[in-house]
């Protein structure tokens, strides 16, 4: 398959998996339909999210789960804060093993190995052209404890620069076409996009490659409505999805890591003024933004409309429509 923009992909691998099912089975008890040897072609990979009203993409954990990745950490309260389902992945209740990319891609092993840091390194100063720019996730070793429940999905991100662009293809062994799929994606193409940007790329294509592509049986339903809005409505926001800044971004994700600590752990609150204060450029202070609007939701607190109005039009879509219960009466006439 080969499709422009993420919501493209998604509305149709959708409506393939749903409709046109090889198999039928129930992996660790789960039933679900399935397709094998799934490929697909993202021609513009910044565009990497779908705005199909009754799928109500979270935008804010699409930011928080790369960044928590970014970050390093397999820490559960970090990325629990933002999806509280992640609990149940969790055997110690502490970490998480397999869906914490991170250490897998900046300590992996025990030699704490900086994939990251050696993939630049190599298409910058050894070969440009190389063949070899392969960041490994999953760990056979995860295998072998019986009791994990957390296998990481991922095989590992594979880079590529060609004519002046950075190309990345990745591999899983198994995707969840209605729920993982989005985050996945939004998550790697992200990673792609801060690659490019630090070697002073532009963005070539994203490859995405899964041994298993699924729905759950659990989200017949959910998927059923989600495919009847794609067929019935076929009006698309007309926006851009946000350009990462050139250049180093990693000060940047630094600042917007630290902050993001705070308000999760509810340590301090931050005003409009506060954000546009600070000295990073406007695509990472739109991320504070939607973390300190989401501290508002997480922890019951009236909306501060400010900080709503201070969103870009593409992420005031997302809100609104994940979190329009959470606006008063007054807000929600403001901003139907």
């Not at 393939?16 to 008890?29: A, K, L, M």
């Not at 900086?114 to 190389?130: F, G, V």
Request: net charge negative; charged share 25%.
């Amino acid at each position: 398959m080969r499709k422009r923009t993420f919501h493209e992909a998604y509305t149709e691998t959708l409506y393939d998996i749903y409709h046109n099912p090889e198999f039928f089975n129930s992996p660790r008890g789960q039933k679900s339909r399935e397709q094998l040897n799934y490929h697909l072609t993202l021609e513009n990979p910044i565009e990497r999210v779908t705005y199909l009203s009754s799928r109500k993409t979270n935008i804010v954990f699409n930011f928080a789960e790369v960044l928590w990745y970014l970050s390093g950490s397999n820490d559960l309260d970090f990325i629990s804060y933002y999806n509280k389902k992640m609990p149940s992945y969790s055997m110690n209740k502490k970490t998480l093993t397999g869906t914490a990319y991170g250490p897998k891609i900046f300590e992996f092993g025990n030699a704490k190995l900086n994939q990251w840091n050696r993939i630049k390194n190599l298409l910058t100063q050894e070969d440009i052209d190389s063949k070899r720019a392969f960041i490994q996730i999953f760990d056979a070793s995860e295998l072998f404890v019986l009791e994990n429940i957390d296998v990481s999905c991922t095989i590992g991100l594979q880079f590529f620069v060609r004519e002046g662009e950075l190309y990345m293809s990745s591999v899983m062994r198994a995707n969840d076409a209605f729920r993982g799929m989005i985050s996945d994606l939004f998550s790697f193409t992200f990673m792609q996009e801060l690659m490019a940007r630090e070697l002073r790329l532009e963005v070539g294509e994203y490859f995405h490659n899964a041994g298993s592509i699924h729905i759950y049986d659990s989200d017949h339903e959910w998927a059923k409505t989600v495919l009847e809005e794609a067929e019935n409505h076929h009006d698309i926001p007309e926006f851009e999805f946000p350009k990462m800044p050139e250049g180093n971004n990693w000060p940047s994700i630094e600042t917007v890591l630290k902050y993001e600590e705070l308000l999760r752990k509810d340590q301090i609150s931050m005003t409009k003024n506060d954000i546009e204060m600070l000295d990073l450029p406007d695509y990472w202070k739109q991320i504070l933004f939607l973390f300190s609007i989401y501290q508002h939701i997480a922890y019951k607190r009236d909306m501060d409309h400010s900080l709503f109005q201070s969103l870009l039009p593409i992420y005031q879509f997302f809100v609104r429509n994940k979190w329009f219960h959470y606006f008063s009466t007054e807000q929600k006439e403001e901003i139907q």
